[in-house]
């Protein structure tokens, strides 16, 4: 005869089984391990937002592949060029004190002219720099405004496409380079502490765009993948200390220091937190407005297509097939990220990598279409 507490305890280990193998959680991480180790990824930190909540956020691999230091929820990464969006948020802030119009001829802001030599009578205003619409592109470089200043650089006409402004589009950096030198001369602040004070401090985010002002034993270390060795390599220039450039730094002109375009330091936590707030059109979830509903909306509204890119927010089903979502990716030094939400249904994904392959072995799926698929597939569908 069998006994009743043995038909008991096999009764509660088939629950325990069932309820682990139906847990998403369980089934998501079991999935992302085994694509994480194709790719070769080093060390990611993913969350996942609905409803106006954080309802997953977790870590992956390390931070250092010398120490095997494990990341944490806690750890930094520079997101490269998700950072336009903070740097065109503090100027609708701007924007929204009179201080500036989106129509604003940029050569007024810089202080020697900011003209297409092939279009001289077009003005290139601010709206075209936030859209990446100016005709400007990176052919000089754009780590500073040396480069697209005639008094500096006999070359600066390459700068300019052969397009006219406002009918074309180019994805340049040196557009938002110029953004943060024009949040100083309009604010009066240095640009990473402009941020820092009104975007980060008021959502109560730890992050940022000086080096010198954070904790650097937080930061992951970034590793470039090279295809020839096949192996990951690291770039410690991502997080130079700016010490010296700061002593000489002439305010309005030395901004490009910070990277307005892709500087922004800050963990995949709270870069999700920020994340919703632009979900909520400009207010975080505890009621915090940092822009207005318009501004927010304006941001999200694409201004070139087939583009589909806004101001500094970009709006695209690459990542999801059939549901478009609103955000932006960034790439740098190997790093990876992705910000994307859907601001009807209250849902959105936040990844970053410290450096992976290209692809996985199927040859098609990168370090962000890999984390935000399953994370839809286990959190949201």
Not at 41 to 47: D, E, I, Q, S, Y
Not at 158 to 178: H, I, Q, R, S, V
Not at 227 to 241: F, Q, T, V
Request: aromatic share 12%; hydrophobic share 35%.
């Amino acid at each position: 005869m069998i006994r009743k507490s043995s038909l008991l305890l096999s009764f509660f280990l088939m629950l325990s089984v069932t309820a682990c193998t139906s847990d998403p959680t369980a089934k998501f991480e079991k999935e992302m391990d085994t694509f994480l180790k194709d790719i070769q990824n080093v060390g990611m930190g993913v969350a996942v937002v609905k409803d106006n909540q954080v309802i997953y956020n977790h870590s992956f691999g390390v931070k250092n592949l010398d120490t095997q230091e494990a990341v944490t929820n806690e750890t930094l990464f520079r997101i490269a060029s998700i950072s336009k969006s903070f740097s065109a948020t503090s100027m609708m802030q701007l924007r929204e004190q009179g201080l500036v119009s989106l129509d604003t001829d940029v050569s007024e802001l810089m202080g020697f002219p900011i003209r297409n030599p092939k279009y001289p009578e077009t003005v290139i205003t601010l709206a075209m720099l936030m859209s990446h619409t100016s005709s400007l592109n990176d052919n000089e470089g754009y780590f500073t405004l040396d480069v697209i200043n005639p008094a500096t650089n006999p070359n600066w006409a390459n700068c300019y496409n052969d397009y006219e402004p406002g009918k074309g589009y180019e994805y340049c950096n040196l557009n938002f380079n110029m953004t943060g030198t024009f949040i100083e001369k309009l604010s009066g602040e240095r640009f990473d502490q402009y941020v820092k004070h009104h975007v980060l401090d008021p959502l109560g985010l730890y992050g940022g765009y000086c080096v010198d002002s954070l904790d650097t034993s937080r930061f992951a270390t970034l590793y470039e993948y090279n295809n020839k060795a096949d192996s990951l390599e690291a770039c410690p220039e991502a997080y130079a200390p700016r010490s010296e450039q700061i002593r000489n730094y002439t305010m309005g002109y030395s901004t490009p220091v910070f990277s307005p375009t892709g500087g922004m330091k800050i963990s995949a936590l709270d870069l999700a937190k920020y994340m919703m707030m632009h979900m909520n059109y400009g207010t975080s979830p505890d009621g915090v407005r940092i822009i207005s509903e318009e501004s927010s909306k304006i941001m999200q509204t694409p201004l070139s297509d087939p583009e589909h890119y806004g101001m500094a927010l970009w709006v695209t089903d690459e990542y999801t097939p059939g549901i478009k979502l609103v955000g932006h990716t960034g790439g740098a030094y190997g790093l990876r990220s992705a910000m994307f939400f859907n601001p009807a249904e209250k849902y959105g994904f936040v990844v970053i990598s410290n450096g992976s392959k290209d692809v996985a072995s199927d040859g098609k799926t990168d370090i962000l279409t890999g984390p935000i698929q399953l994370m839809y597939k286990y959190f949201v569908k």
